[in-house]
């Protein structure tokens, strides 16, 4: 392992600055901080960050907690809030510019403190490329205006940049990282209390309530569909927090059969390492199912109304992660009218059956893997290194 100071570039006290607006974006900020430290000692961090920045020495001049809004009607009952926060957060950057301001993630915020800065003479970069290669793709014209650099993901985030002429550092996944090659399904199973020998089906309807109100009840039916024909088979259900746990109940319930569900308070990852097939909704928990090679069905419903909307304005043929980065369909995407409890069920009884499409699966996966498993934060802070020396020489 390279040495610390093998990674010193500079004692000189820079500052940079960085804007973290949820969880997701806190962790990255965290292992970006710690690389980047080895790489400036002196540096000074300062911004928006949570705790796990914090505990990394960031100074955070409003608590992240703030920013962390989801929902048109909750933006727009705390607008004037946010707009009160960028004001403050870009008078203080202006008086004390930054050598480096980095936005992670939360695009609608960060974009603007970042066009804002690079047009008063500061250095901008963008951790987690939005989802601008799907749709509104004019987006990237302002995203060029807003960023000296772009780190993404995915490759193909990179490849879009990369004919748009925007600066691109394709940095890897920091899960890619943390779950290894090789997950122990068995030793799962043990944490869980879950039965060695029979198989495991992990349903994953989503962690926001709409998610679950619109998917909870048809995964289950497909459930239901399976249990009819696989009496072995264990059904595991994690929940992100108390009111998914509630929710799911009951809809358990509402189904008015008797349905041998196991339903677990957190431990998503954990529940799907102990799955033989998982039932999932599109979203970052397909990258997970990828990272810890368990075949997959994905399923995914929308009001009529803003599918037909989406419909015209996505331009990538797959919603399911490890079908983009495969660029091929490697799992099944049930949509829409396509997602019916019986299509779902054959889809995943065809999956739990057949070995020898598990084992090709898991070699694509493994593929796929050790392409995202280029030590996330080293790369960031290199790529972010590479921005500061240009900028300070």
């Known amino acids: 392992m390279t040495s610390q100071l093998s990674r010193v570039v500079s004692n000189r006290r820079i500052t940079v ?51 962390s809004v989801m929902g048109l009607v909750e933006v727009l009952g705390r607008i004037r809030e946010l707009f009160s926060i960028r004001d403050r957060l870009m008078d203080y950057f202006l008086a004390t510019p930054p050598d480096v301001v980095i936005g992670i993630d939360s695009p609608d915020f960060t974009l603007g403190v970042e066009l804002r800065c690079r047009q008063a003479g500061i250095r901008t970069a963008h951790y987690v490329s939005p989802s601008v290669w799907a749709w509104r793709q004019k987006r990237i014209f302002k995203i060029a205006r807003a960023v000296d650099l772009m780190l993404t993901l995915f490759p193909f985030e990179a490849r879009f940049y990369e004919e748009h002429r925007v600066p691109v550092s394709f940095v890897g996944h920091p899960l890619a990282d ?29 962690s926001r309530a709409g998610e679950v109100e619109r998917l909870g009840g048809l995964f289950l039916e497909a459930a239901r569909w399976l249990q009819q024909r696989r009496q072995d088979l264990q059904l595991v259900i994690p929940c992100v927090n108390r009111e998914r746990e ?55 419903r929308l009001s009529g109304f803003s599918y037909a909307l989406l419909s015209r304005l996505v331009k990538v043929p797959y ?47 493994t593929a796929l893997h050790l392409q995202l498993r280029q030590d996330a934060d080293e790369k960031a802070a290199s790529a972010i290194a590479g921005l500061l020396e240009r900028e300070l020489a």
Do not use: C, W
């Open 17 to 67: 600055g960085i804007v973290a607006g949820e969880a997701s974006g806190d962790i990255l900020g965290a292992g970006l901080i710690r690389s980047l430290r080895a790489r400036y000692p002196k540096a000074r961090f300062v911004g928006i960050g949570g705790d796990e920045m914090v505990a990394e020495g960031f100074h955070s001049l409003v608590p992240m907690e703030r920013l």
């Open 178 to 206: 943390r779950i290894p090659l090789e997950p122990d399904t068995m030793a799962a199973r043990e944490a869980l209390g879950l039965d060695k020998a029979a198989p495991v089906l992990a349903i994953l309807p989503g």
């Open 246 to 300: 509630k929710q799911v109940r009951a809809l358990v319930e509402s189904l008015g059969v008797q349905l041998p569900v196991t339903i677990i308070r957190g431990r998503s990852r954990e529940v799907m390492a102990s799955a033989d097939v998982v039932l999932l909704a599109s979203g970052t928990a397909t990258l997970e199912a990828m990272l810890l090679k368990k075949p997959m069905v994905v399923g995914y």
């Open 319 to 365: 919603v399911a992660l490890p079908n983009l980065l495969a660029r091929e369909q490697l799992v099944p995407e049930l949509l829409q009218d396509d997602a019916t409890p019986q299509a779902l069920g054959e889809a995943v009884l065809e999956r739990l059956e057949n070995e020898a499409e598990r084992r090709r699966l898991a070699e694509a996966f």
